[in-house]
T-cell receptor, first 116, second 111 residues
Framework: GAVVSQHPSRVICKSGTSVKIECRSL??????MFWYRQFPKQSLMLMAT?????????EQGVEKDKFLINHASLTLSTLTVTSAHPEDSSFYIC????????????FGPGTRLTVT | EDKVVQSPLSLVVHEGDTVTLNCSYE??????LLWYKQEKKAPTFLFML????IEKKSGRLSSILDKKELSSILNITATQTGDSAIYLC???????????FGTGTRLKVLA
């Protein structure tokens, strides 16, 4: 149990284009999902908290207009990187929490984004 | 400001050795601490700790929380090359499902 999927696993896009990354909880309902960014040899940096049916909460320094998050259902959250630039190239990982009384958090396999 | 510090940053041992990884935290209204193992992709869940002094164990891995010292340790006995990974500690406070991650400990186990 507690499987989280992410799609795509790798994406290469050109500067100025937008890229959408999907995060799905496959065998549980996730009231809360999280989006992280990880640079090489660094830890996970929380970008935003995505709550089903409401607006995402962004961490300080993360541009909400650049990183659009939509949590349309209890099993799906999407992150759209708009007008991507090479500095947006990174490893993006989502995680999902069943919520309620469970504070465990399960990670998706991550998406490697390369902006050329 | 809430923070999580892990030590050592990196560690190289030989197969069969026992290692102890540390995680210290300063978090408002501590709720739980999570340990993860990260190899090439996303982190895989190891343990969740909420109560002081209760050891969680899974095979050769074990972990314990000390709320008085605001810290946790992760022990790995009889290490194997497959234990080579980054071990991440994350701490969450009450009132939120959000976790703050430490920088991780990079463990390399040599054959």
């Amino acid at each position: 149990g507690a499987v989280v999927s992410q799609h795509p696993s790798r994406v290469i896009c050109k500067s100025g284009t937008s890229v959408k990354i999907e995060c799905r909880s496959l065998d549980f309902q996730a009231t809360t999902m999280f989006w992280y960014r990880q640079f090489p040899k660094q830890s996970l940096m929380l970008m935003a908290t995505s709550n089903e049916g409401s607006k995402a909460t962004y961490e300080q320094g993360v541009e909400k207009d650049k990183f659009l998050i939509n949590h349309a259902s209890l099993t799906l959250s999407t992150l759209t990187v708009t007008s991507a630039h090479p500095e947006d190239s990174s490893f993006y990982i989502c995680s999902a929490s069943p919520g309620a009384s469970s504070y465990e958090q399960y990670f998706g396999p991550g998406t490697r984004l390369t902006v050329t | 400001e809430d923070k999580v510090v892990q030590s050592p940053l990196s560690l190289v041992v030989h197969e069969g050795d026992t290692v102890t990884l540390n995680c210290s935290y300063e978090v408002t209204n501590f709720r739980s601490l999570l340990w993860y193992k990260q190899e090439k992709k996303a982190p895989t869940f190891l343990f969740m700790l909420t109560s002081s002094g209760i050891e969680k164990k899974s095979g050769r891995l074990s972990s314990i929380l000390d709320k008085k010292e605001l810290s946790s340790i992760l022990n790995i006995t009889a290490t194997q090359t497959g234990d080579s990974a980054i071990y991440l500690c994350a701490v969450g406070g009450s009132g939120t499902y959000k976790y703050i991650f430490g920088t991780g400990t990079r463990l390399k186990v040599l054959a």
